[in-house]
């Protein structure tokens, strides 16, 4: 299993009613790969992080994530997932739980594991995202900041072998996202496997083993993080990189 | 956005008065209004008339024995009620979230229509159209109650139920799903327990106006150990003496139930909501 990719993603297709926002898309994450995907907004590459997990169903093609094909509707998706970590824009920390509390409640309740093993486990990746001692707060005590970072120690406690990770730096405070970075950057060298969706250019570029540009509902180029950021071959990667590289002189 | 006139300056030549003084006297001119209107009511009332017909403490006296008994009695009512409302309520909130678009229609159905037609109605028809229609005659005069009085109940209460689940944000359900929590089990843990929280200011409304509509059970006919609150004041009006005195006793009585009411749920707002929201 470890020399096969732990995501394969097959001419997968996606349509919101009559709209069509993934047209076909090929894709493979091997173990210990960090893909960052890029691209404008409306590009569909929200949608195809969340259809990696099943949060959107497919309409056509198929995902084989750690060897099951997750289209398939006889798969038990809720076993899946509990390997597949996701990591929210708005973070989603559940609002009547303390922080302890959401590190642990999926562990005890669909893991079955014992009060003190879930407990050690949320408190041992609390103290990895620098938050060990908030385990009684209650998330909205928190800086977005944190909140985010809490919500990764939970994903990280179902023990995942993928995180897929959703724009989790689009929502916070300019000054709050070198902290999120950090431990996303710690999380890489640690050979966790990931899918980041992200407009952090320069995470991407440092981090990132591939770079993925979607545009439109399809990848349009792929490589190296540094080839697809620094010396983009595509018309449109191009366009967008000034864009979002520097915006100030983009509409010149 | 261009005008001729300067902007204004806080406190302008014409006038002498910071801003705190200003608020000052606006604070003073309300409450001169307040012991105003008190003080016109207190000298054109007719306290004669009223601590005979409106207050009368002698009748209020005679009346007492009688309260404690119809106090149970409403308490009881409403509370039968209420469990079947709650019950039913659950159900058709769950129908109108179903996958299944004839539960759904028919859950909208029932609503609407409960919802509707004057509760007064389904008690006459709960006490009369079942037993000529079905034959059914329920012999328990609560049981009545609670069904008459529950059917309705339940159509306010199936709407406030949805959409107090409808209103926990998408994203938490998203998240416990991610978690591999499965829907019933997101429900449980994630869900209800935050719509708890925000349908208890609509139940504890629905609760009140139930206890306030258990009085419609004097339209079934009741013996005389089945009254409620309602009943007593209306009788203690048709006596003849004291005027309205029974009808302001029996209205003091209902606050004893709704106020208590109000309060509790005040404080468990605060205890389950401490924190959960800024």
């Given at each position: 299993m470890s020399d096969q990719p732990v995501v394969i993603i097959d001419d997968l297709h996606k349509s919101f009613g009559e709209r069509e926002v993934l047209k076909g898309i090929n894709l493979k994450v091997n173990a210990g790969e960090v893909v960052c995907i890029i691209g404008p907004s409306g590009s569909g590459k929200s949608t195809l992080l969340r259809c990696v997990n099943q949060l959107e169903t497919t309409t056509s093609g198929t995902i084989t994530v750690l060897g099951q094909d997750?289209?398939?509707?006889?798969?038990?998706i809720d076993a899946l997932r509990t390997r597949v970590g996701m990591v929210f824009q708005q973070f989603n920390?559940?609002?009547?739980?303390n922080v302890l509390k959401n590190c642990t409640v999926a562990q005890r309740k669909v893991l079955g594991r014992s009060e003190a093993e879930a407990r050690e486990i949320a408190m041992k990746n609390l103290a990895h995202v620098g938050?060990?001692?908030?385990?009684?707060?209650?998330?909205?005590?928190?800086s977005g900041g944190q909140q985010q970072r809490v919500a990764i120690a939970r994903a990280l406690s179902m023990s995942p072998d993928i995180l897929l990770f959703d724009?989790?730096?689009?929502?916070?405070?300019p000054e709050l996202v070198g902290d999120v970075l950090k431990v996303m950057r710690e999380l890489a060298e640690e050979g966790m496997t990931m899918m980041v969706v992200t407009h952090e250019m320069a995470f991407a570029r440092d981090v990132a083993d591939r770079v993925i540009f979607m545009d439109d509902g399809v990848i349009v180029e792929e490589g190296p993080a540094a080839q697809v950021i620094n010396a983009p071959t595509q018309e449109r990667t191009q366009q967008f990189l000034r864009r979002v590289l520097d915006p100030t002189h983009s509409g010149e | 956005m261009s005008t001729t006139t300067p902007t204004t300056p806080?406190?302008?030549?014409?006038?002498?008065?910071?801003p705190k003084q200003k608020s000052r006297i606006s604070q003073g001119i309300q409450y001169a209004v307040l012991v105003v209107v008190v003080a016109a009511l207190a000298l054109t009332a007719n306290w004669d008339r009223i601590s005979k017909n409106l207050f009368n403490p002698s009748v209020a006296s005679d009346l007492l024995p009688m309260l404690p008994n119809a106090f149970v009695n409403t308490l009881k009512y409403t509370l039968a009620a209420f469990a079947l409302a709650l019950l039913l309520g659950i159900l058709l909130a769950l129908m109108r979230m179903s996958s299944v678009a004839l539960y759904r229609w028919l859950a909208t159905a029932y609503v609407e229509f409960f919802r509707g037609i004057p509760a007064m109605l389904v008690v006459f028809s709960v006490a009369y159209a079942l037993p000529i229609a079905f034959g059914i005659k329920i012999p328990s005069l609560t049981l009545k109650a609670a069904l008459a009085l529950g059917i309705v109940s339940s159509a306010y209460i199936a709407e406030v139920l949805r959409a107090g689940i409808q209103a926990v944000p998408r994203g938490q359900i998203e998240a416990a799903r991610s978690l591999g929590m499965s829907h019933t089990r997101t429900m449980i843990t994630v869900v209800l327990p935050q719509a708890f929280r925000i349908v208890l200011p609509p139940m504890t409304n629905e609760l009140i106006l139930l206890t306030k509509d258990s009085?419609?059970?004097f339209l079934i006919g009741v013996s005389a150990e089945q009254f409620e609150l309602t009943k007593v004041g209306r009788d203690a009006l048709n006596n003849g003496t004291g005027g309205l005195t029974g009808l302001f006793v029996v209205g003091f009585a209902y606050l004893c139930i709704t106020v208590p009411l109000g309060i509790l749920a005040r404080h468990l707002e605060r205890r389950f909501g401490e924190g959960s929201r800024k």
């Open positions: 997750i289209t398939d509707e006889n798969v038990d920390l559940f609002a009547n739980m938050l060990e001692d908030r385990g009684d707060a209650r998330p909205s005590e928190l724009e989790p730096t689009s929502a916070l405070d | 806080r406190n302008p030549e014409g006038s002498r008065l910071t009085s419609l059970v």
